[in-house]
């Protein structure tokens, strides 16, 4: 078995590769050594703050691949990782002020580089269609665990088994993420109203969508015997999912600096360790050892969710978000450990 030093074989390479660039960058930036220093110091608090907030990203992700086929599983962890790093960290945020300043992409490095401020200035009041979007997306995947009715076993017992119980009627995630956007609307400022509604709502038809197609090829790949053509539907909802774990860390980077170039640094290294981490729970199967891992990264997943639909209303720091994140996973870790120590004899 391959031990856990080979798993992180790419990501020390990388983080080895990505902080000597960000000196690079902090010494061309600054013109001084303290300068520099301060660079690298950001870029290893981005790629902590990845790590912690993305946890339960990677063990949602193992849950996913353990059921793909074999060649999705390495397109995954190869195309994958190009879209994660490039796509979310760097060109979504350019996506996001070309449409806001309704300028071009060339226009946005051009910003990026030579006006951080504005270009964060511009992410910033982006924000809240982004934290309803992210939001809405992933309390349905949470709900949708919880809600499943071929969910065997259960972490926190009476509160699990009751919201199974309601998972019974059909539609009823959907129905309760309506009802708390439908909350969080009235509760928001009438200018932010129709923002915060429009973003939510595309929110929930993404989910639908990606599982709609995921569910049809799945039937074509089965029927036409090909395996692979199912897997495109997964590969895709693992996508989208990553998309929604990385709304928060790339929103919240802005608050460390306004280099754009120093984020995608930073959280690309940070991104390495998270498929990294993947890899490892899918082939040592860990969440078969560890029973109840999933139970908290989806609670966990849950409570990213609601404070991402608060952020539209109030300033909650990512830092207090990955530490509470950590901590459920941690504590299902932990009830893990005491059931398998309870049932070793068995």
């Known amino acids: 078995m391959k031990t856990t030093l080979s798993y992180m074989t790419w990501p020390l390479i990388m983080t080895a590769a990505g902080l000597v660039l960000a000196l690079a960058l902090g010494l061309q930036v600054s013109g001084t050594m303290a300068g520099a220093a301060s660079f690298l110091l950001i870029a290893t608090v981005l790629?902590?703050?990845?790590?912690?907030?993305?946890?339960?990203?990677?063990?949602?992700?193992?849950?996913?691949?353990?059921?793909?086929?074999p060649v999705w599983q390495r397109r995954f962890l190869t195309w994958g990782i190009v879209i994660a790093v490039f796509g979310m960290r760097l060109v979504f945020?350019?996506?996001?002020?070309?449409?806001?300043?309704?300028?071009?992409?060339?226009?946005?490095?051009?910003?990026?580089?030579?006006e951080p401020a504005r270009y964060a200035q511009l992410i910033d009041a982006a924000h809240l269609p982004i934290a309803a979007f992210g939001g809405?997306?992933?309390?349905?995947?949470?709900l949708s665990y919880f809600f499943d009715q071929s969910k065997e076993i259960d972490w926190i017992g009476g509160l699990e088994r009751s919201l199974?119980?309601?998972?019974?009627?059909?539609?009823?995630?959907?129905?309760?993420?309506?009802?708390?956007?439908?909350?969080?609307?009235?509760?928001?400022?009438?200018?932010?109203?129709?923002?915060?509604?429009?973003?939510?709502?595309?929110?929930?038809?993404?989910?639908?969508?990606?599982?709609?197609?995921?569910?049809?090829?799945?039937?074509?790949?089965t029927s036409g015997g090909s395996a692979a053509q199912g897997g495109l539907g997964a590969f895709l909802y693992l996508e989208v999912l990553?998309?929604?774990?990385?709304?928060?860390?790339?929103?919240?980077?802005?608050?460390?600096?306004?280099?754009?170039?120093?984020?995608?640094?930073?959280?690309?290294?940070?991104?390495?360790?998270?498929?990294?981490?993947?890899?490892?729970?899918?082939?040592?199967?860990?969440?078969?050892?560890?029973?109840?891992?999933?139970?908290?990264?989806?609670?966990s997943i849950l409570i990213l969710s609601v404070v991402m639909f608060a952020q539209t209303m109030w300033h909650i720091p990512e830092a207090v978000t990955g530490l509470f994140g950590a901590?459920?996973?941690?504590?299902?870790?932990?009830s893990s450990l005491r059931w398998n120590r309870a049932h070793a004899e068995a």
């Open 242 to 299: 990553d998309a929604s774990f990385s709304f928060d860390g790339v929103i919240g980077a802005f608050a460390l600096t306004q280099n754009l170039f120093l984020i995608v640094i930073g959280l690309g290294i940070g991104a390495m360790y998270v498929r990294s981490m993947t890899v490892m729970l899918v082939e040592r199967g860990t969440l078969a050892e560890f029973r109840y891992l999933e139970h908290g990264a989806f609670w």
């Open 164 to 221: 199974r119980a309601v998972g019974s009627v059909r539609g009823m995630e959907i129905g309760f993420v309506l009802l708390v956007v439908l909350i969080f609307t009235i509760l928001l400022p009438e200018a932010a109203k129709a923002a915060f509604m429009f973003a939510a709502i595309w929110g929930i038809v993404t989910y639908l969508a990606v599982d709609a197609l995921g569910q049809v090829l799945d039937h074509w790949g």
């Open 136 to 142: 809405s997306f992933l309390m349905l995947v949470g």
């Open 47 to 69: 790629a902590v703050l990845e790590i912690s907030l993305s946890f339960d990203n990677a063990i949602v992700n193992a849950n996913k691949l353990k059921t793909m086929a």
């Open 93 to 114: 945020p350019l996506l996001v002020v070309v449409i806001a300043a309704r300028i071009g992409p060339l226009d946005a490095v051009r910003l990026a580089a030579t």
């Open 327 to 334: 901590a459920v996973i941690g504590l299902s870790f932990l």
